[in-house]
């Protein structure tokens, strides 16, 4: 019985949510020209934990899950946050452009723990290479 109180009670304490209504002017879409198919993808399986714009699942009101969440997108924008690529001084850009292509070869992002339930984040052979060509392409046009 107590558990359940607290498991109720605990319900009311919702973490602030990472939302949005607008691309600010740093947003990496907005400082360079992503190709649509670039985006789409970007949209698909990273932008929830790496932007100021999180797409919520529905288990994101269930406590303690919302907690974890929230953190769990805190630490991802701590480390690279597509909202404010544009904010980044240039070595940093490319450091990042290099950082993703690395970790998306390796098959270390988008994390296990979030394509387990969100399956359409998986990114297919394909998705990686269009990525890592762009990363590519991108790391070598920043001055």
């Not at 304490?13 to 992503?34: C, G, M, W």
């Not at 303690?64 to 769990?72: K, N, T």
């Not at 980044?88 to 994390?111: H, T, V």
Request: glycine share 6%.
């Amino acid at each position: 019985m107590g558990l359940a109180v607290i498991l109720i009670g605990i319900q009311f304490f919702q973490p602030l949510r990472n939302q949005s209504d607008e691309v600010p002017a740093t947003h990496i879409e907005k400082v360079y020209s992503v190709p649509q198919n670039v985006n789409a993808i970007l949209a698909q399986s990273c932008y929830d934990c790496h932007s100021n714009n999180t797409s919520y699942p529905w288990y994101s009101r269930i406590q303690p899950g919302a907690w974890y969440l929230a953190e769990h997108i805190k630490k991802g924008k701590e480390e690279l946050n597509f909202s404010e690529f544009g904010e980044y001084s240039a070595r940093k850009q490319r450091s990042k452009l290099r950082a993703m292509s690395g970790q998306i070869k390796d098959g270390e992002m988008p994390l296990s723990s979030y394509t387990l339930i969100h399956r359409n984040a998986i990114l297919s052979e394909e998705d990686k290479q269009i990525l890592m060509k762009w990363f590519g392409a991108m790391e070598d046009s920043i001055k």
